[in-house]
């Protein structure tokens, strides 16, 4: 399943992106940053929080966040990892969340420059249902950001490369985002 817009949660919640004054999603979002040096996280509208139970490893990076202020998220926990360029987040979701995926992720790029992981948006999301399935999320927005020039033609290879290695993964382990940590980053917390 594709989903055109994004999911009314990832709207409410701030995971996606709104043009002012409308309900139309921006294309591209800034990205997040996670300085190591200071634990905390630039979110993708400019905003700093601190993170919790930060780890760096061979395999990327884990830290927990809580969304006090939030109106559908309490606590997030985070894998980066830069290799196979993908952003995995398990999401506590407050009662009033219509769509509860167990897993959230991007396929996005991960960037380290010193103590700075920058993660860009590649675009391409799954919700993942474990041992069930995935949703696609935001396949026209990829092509609509290519086509506007805010992701290059080079990025989108790459993208479309993550997406197809978090799939094929995905359906060899049975839809499990817990397996997929257990191999991919294994030498961090689950």
Known sequence: MILVVGDANL?????VRRKPDTEECMTRHDG???????????DRFGGWHAVERLMLAGSGLYYGRDWENDALLMY????????PGWAVHRIAFRPEA??????YIETDLV???GTLWHQRDGYLDLYVFEG???????ADELAEGLAAGHITADEVVVTLSSLDRLCRALHRLGFSGRALLEEFAPDLPR
């Not at 709207?11 to 995971?15: D, H, M, Q, R």
């Open 11 to 15: 709207l409410a919640s701030g995971f």
């Open 132 to 138: 069930s399935r995935y949703e696609l999320l935001d």
């Open 98 to 103: 219509t769509v509860t995926p167990d897993w």
């Open 76 to 83: 997030t926990e985070t894998w980066l990892l830069p290799e």
């Open 111 to 113: 960037d380290v420059d």
């Open 32 to 42: 997040s940053v996670v300085d190591i040096d200071r634990h905390r996280v630039r």
